[in-house]
């Protein structure tokens, strides 16, 4: 009895296996009739880079620079005077006071058949010979000539005297053309080793470093010292980017390098061949973020998105009607989410252009058309350096801050001129104000979109926007002549 229930478990247990073994094998037939049936999308993941490597790598060059340095006075500061180590110092230096050369290395890539190449600004800056080393190198460098830079890009253009050369063109950096998790492929020369390839993907786009134009593709793809300046490539041979930084606690790639995208580059190297300059679009306003607290403050907007403007001086935006208060929507067709989306769109548009330009206004959609300038000769003359900032008081009373109509003291106690409003004179640490970057010394110019220049018109205005039933008050303040909004949360 009890070998026959044996024998019946184990068959039971041979049944499950057989099925099992069955379910195994059906499995694997479906997922060779899905591989069959769909080739198309394992061809998208390239066996080997080989062949583009082999197509692009003629188009790469290194880049060396040497650049004079002024020479020391001497070993100052390394050992004592009259130290025994004094002469040998000395002579490592060379002669007290003799110029030295300093070279570096960089990558680039040619671009055009005559001799145009792209290279990162920081790589030749200052640098008084430029030599370029073509693919497979070992050959001598040859001269270039400096045709312009962009620092803020960190885009050069440089040119050889030479012709039919293999280059290569710009591609689509945009979201359809570079997508987060597509192949790309660096090229340059990491740590002056010479020619070297690497691959990696997509990691992000649009990031933003420290520049005011920066829409930096970031990639895993190994980018070390030396990659400056080099391709970033998509899988057809084109530049989507232009290798420019790393994030790294020890100076090599961990894999999150940023390159320069090619839709910034483009635009950059085109003003740069032609003008040997940048020529940028330039509107006339001064803006900031819209903040989330802003929205229930600001009449008509629903998201925290747009450019609010904070000062319209003389020029191109004054001109066409936009006034301190608006919250730009719209610019040339295109919504905009933010302040860097507006100042890169703009920055890109001709000198000259015709834009329409939509604003909220008072709860209201507005149409402009602004006709562009020109930033580089117009900023500096609209926007002079602003004074130094007072310094920062202490605690205290209406929504946090203890307010005082504007006396000649106060004028010249924060160095206020040419401004009327309300000056804070001090601040509660613990409030909203504080915590919103309000100091003593700021200029409370408008509440609620209407000027104060006493407390009873500020208070006023509180009371207004609880009537209306708001929980915040969009406040000017103007510091040091830089104006801004700031919402305040109402007590």
Same mark, same amino acid.
């Not at 020529?279 to 450019?307: C, F, N």
């Not at 640490?429 to 220049?453: F, Q």
């Given at each position: 009895?009890?070998? =026959?229930?044996?024998? *019946?478990?184990?068959?039971?247990?041979? !049944?499950?296996?057989?099925?099992?073994?069955?379910?195994?094998?059906?499995?694997?037939?479906?997922?060779?009739?899905?591989?069959?049936?769909?080739?198309?999308?394992?061809?998208?993941?390239?066996?080997?880079?080989?062949?583009?490597?082999?197509?692009?790598?003629?188009?790469?060059?290194?880049?060396?620079?040497?650049?004079?340095?002024?020479? +020391?006075?001497?070993? =100052?500061?390394?050992?004592?005077?009259? @130290?025994?180590?004094?002469?040998?110092? %000395?002579?490592?230096?060379?002669?007290?006071?003799?110029?030295?050369?300093?070279? *570096?290395?960089?990558?680039?890539?040619?671009?055009?058949?005559?001799?145009?190449?792209?290279?990162?600004?920081?790589?030749?800056?200052?640098?008084?010979?430029?030599?370029?080393?073509?693919?497979?190198?070992?050959?001598?460098?040859?001269?270039?000539?400096?045709?312009?830079?962009?620092?803020?890009?960190?885009?050069? #253009?440089?040119?050889?005297?030479?012709?039919?050369?293999?280059?290569?063109?710009?591609?689509?950096?945009?979201?359809?053309?570079? +997508?987060? $998790?597509?192949?790309?492929?660096?090229?340059?020369?990491?740590?002056?080793? $010479?020619?070297?390839?690497?691959?990696?993907?997509?990691?992000?786009?649009?990031?933003?470093? @420290?520049?005011?134009?920066?829409?930096?593709?970031?990639?895993?793809?190994?980018? %070390?010292?030396?990659?400056?300046?080099?391709?970033?490539? %998509?899988?057809?041979?084109?530049?989507?980017?232009?290798?420019?930084?790393?994030?790294?606690?020890?100076?090599?790639?961990?894999?999150? !390098?940023?390159?320069?995208?090619?839709?910034?580059?483009?635009?950059?190297?085109?003003?740069?061949?032609?003008?040997? /300059?940048?020529? +940028?679009?330039?509107?006339?306003?001064?803006?900031?973020?819209?903040?989330?607290?802003?929205?229930?403050?600001?009449?008509?907007?629903?998201?925290?998105? $747009?450019?609010?403007?904070?000062?319209?001086?003389?020029?191109?935006?004054?001109?066409?009607?936009?006034?301190?208060?608006?919250?730009?929507?719209?610019?040339?067709?295109?919504?905009?989410?933010?302040?860097? /989306?507006?100042? +890169?769109?703009?920055?890109?548009?001709?000198?000259?252009?015709?834009?329409? #330009?939509?604003?909220?206004?008072?709860?209201?959609?507005?149409?402009?058309?602004?006709?562009?300038?020109?930033?580089?000769?117009?900023?500096?003359?609209?926007?002079?350096?602003?004074?130094?900032?007072?310094?920062? *008081?202490?605690?205290?009373?209406?929504?946090?801050?203890?307010?005082?109509?504007?006396?000649? /003291?106060?004028?010249?106690?924060?160095?206020?001129?040419?401004?009327?409003?309300?000056?804070?004179?001090?601040?509660?640490?613990?409030?909203?104000?504080?915590?919103?970057?309000?100091?003593?010394?700021?200029?409370?110019?408008?509440?609620?979109?209407?000027?104060?220049?006493?407390?009873?018109?500020?208070?006023?205005?509180?009371?207004?926007?609880?009537? *209306?039933?708001?929980?915040?008050?969009?406040?000017?303040?103007?510091?040091?002549?830089?104006?801004?909004?700031?919402?305040?949360?109402?007590?």
């Amino acid at each position: 009895m009890t070998s =026959q229930v044996l024998v *019946a478990q184990q068959s039971q247990t041979e !049944g499950r296996g057989f099925l099992m073994t069955l379910m195994t094998s059906a499995a694997l037939a479906v997922a060779l009739a899905l591989s069959q049936a769909a080739p198309s999308e394992a061809q998208t993941r390239p066996v080997t880079f080989a062949d583009l490597a082999e197509q692009v790598s003629p188009s790469v060059v290194n880049i060396t620079t040497s650049t004079t340095i002024a020479g +020391r006075a001497g070993p =100052q500061g390394v050992v004592p005077e009259g @130290s025994p180590f004094e002469d040998f110092f %000395n002579d490592l230096q060379g002669p007290e006071g003799a110029p030295r050369k300093s070279s *570096a290395l960089g990558s680039g890539f040619v671009i055009s058949e005559d001799g145009y190449i792209v290279t990162n600004n920081h790589v030749i800056e200052g640098a008084d010979e430029i030599l370029i080393e073509f693919f497979p190198g070992g050959g001598e460098g040859v001269p270039a000539e400096l045709v312009g830079t962009d620092p803020n890009t960190d885009i050069a #253009v440089l040119k050889v005297d030479m012709t039919d050369l293999p280059f290569v063109s710009f591609g689509d950096s945009n979201a359809d053309g570079a +997508r987060v $998790g597509d192949w790309v492929m660096a090229m340059g020369n990491p740590l002056g080793q $010479g020619f070297s390839v690497s691959a990696g993907i997509v990691s992000a786009r649009n990031r933003a470093l @420290s520049g005011t134009y920066d829409d930096y593709i970031q990639t895993d793809a190994a980018i %070390n010292r030396g990659n400056s300046g080099g391709p970033l490539f %998509n899988m057809d041979g084109e530049v989507v980017g232009v290798n420019t930084a790393i994030l790294s606690p020890n100076g090599g790639s961990i894999g999150i !390098g940023f390159a320069m995208s090619s839709a910034v580059v483009t635009n950059v190297v085109d003003q740069l061949k032609e003008f040997g /300059e940048t020529r +940028r679009g330039w509107l006339g306003v001064r803006i900031q973020d819209v903040t989330p607290d802003m929205v229930d403050a600001i009449d008509g907007l629903e998201m925290a998105s $747009g450019a609010l403007v904070t000062d319209v001086p003389a020029g191109p935006a004054e001109d066409a009607g936009m006034l301190g208060g608006d919250v730009i929507t719209t610019f040339d067709g295109i919504a905009i989410g933010d302040t860097k /989306e507006l100042v +890169r769109i703009v920055g890109n548009s001709p000198v000259g252009k015709e834009v329409p #330009v939509i604003v909220l206004r008072n709860g209201d959609a507005v149409d402009l058309t602004v006709v562009l300038g020109r930033r580089e000769t117009s900023e500096a003359v609209a926007f002079p350096a602003a004074a130094e900032e007072p310094e920062v *008081a202490e605690p205290s009373n209406i929504l946090g801050m203890t307010l005082s109509e504007l006396t000649p /003291e106060l004028e010249e106690q924060f160095s206020i001129s040419g401004v009327t409003g309300l000056v804070i004179t001090q601040i509660d640490p613990a409030s909203d104000a504080a915590s919103k970057g309000l100091v003593a010394g700021d200029i409370i110019v408008e509440a609620g979109r209407v000027a104060v220049t006493t407390v009873a018109q500020f208070e006023e205005q509180i009371e207004a926007a609880k009537e *209306a039933g708001r929980k915040s008050l969009l406040l000017l303040l103007r510091r040091g002549g830089d104006p801004r909004f700031e919402a305040l949360v109402l007590e």
